[in-house]
Nanobody
Framework: QVQVVESGGGLVQPGGSLTLACRVE????????VSWYRQAPGEQREFVAQ???????NYKDFVKGRFTISRDNAKNTVYLQLNSLNPDDTAVYYC??????WGRGTQVTISS
């Protein structure tokens, strides 16, 4: 069974950075399109970024230039680098693999 395990969240000040990791278990991360989503309190889950099996990256407009998605095939892990964070980025961040159920996510909190 394919599973995803997210990690790397935390509490950072506005303007700070974090690197989130999504470890894919039971499947090669490079064979499928893998995405990051996030869900803020009281809000619906929303798309953030995607890396396709071919390596093409796509981003939601509100993160362009601030977030970077990448993949390490040897570690079977997809990363999301978050820069220039602001309080609106506070959310639980989830990794999405088409063959896996949703993971538990990782909490990102931006606060001074």
């Amino acid at each position: 069974q394919v599973q995803v395990v997210e990690s790397g969240g935390g509490l950072v000040q506005p303007g700070g950075s974090l690197t989130l990791a999504c470890r894919v278990e039971g499947s090669a991360a490079s064979m499928f399109d893998v995405s990051w989503y996030r869900q803020a309190p009281g809000e619906q889950r929303e798309f953030v970024a995607q890396i396709t099996s071919g390596g093409t990256t796509n981003y939601k407009d509100f993160v362009k230039g601030r977030f970077t998605i990448s993949r390490d095939n040897a570690k079977n892990t997809v990363y999301l680098q978050l820069n220039s964070l602001n309080p609106d980025d506070t959310a639980v961040y989830y990794c999405r693999h088409p063959r896996a159920p949703w993971g538990r996510g990782t909490q990102v909190t931006i606060s001074s």
